[in-house]
């Protein structure tokens, strides 16, 4: 579970519409997981893929969802 220093952490630096690097985790037929940070992640549905992501590469993403209450987040092709 994210601890809320971290959470809170990000969120001060980052908001809506920001674009970063982010590390994909895990590939999945809906979706990949990306870490935007030590502890924090989201999700980069499958239709923002123009191809599909290799777990390990760092791709650009901008944060197009941040749900604050369920800690999660929906990232879009930067």
Excluded: C
């Amino acid at each position: 579970m994210i601890r809320s220093t971290e959470w809170n952490a990000f969120l001060a630096a980052h908001g809506d519409g920001s674009v970063l690097s982010a590390t994909v985790t895990r590939v999945a037929p809906f979706g990949a997981l990306l870490a935007a940070a030590p502890g924090i992640h989201g999700l980069l549905p499958h239709t923002e893929w123009a191809t599909e992501p290799e777990n390990g590469a760092t791709v650009p993403v901008r944060i197009a969802e941040i749900d604050v209450a369920r800690r999660r987040m929906r990232f879009a092709a930067a």
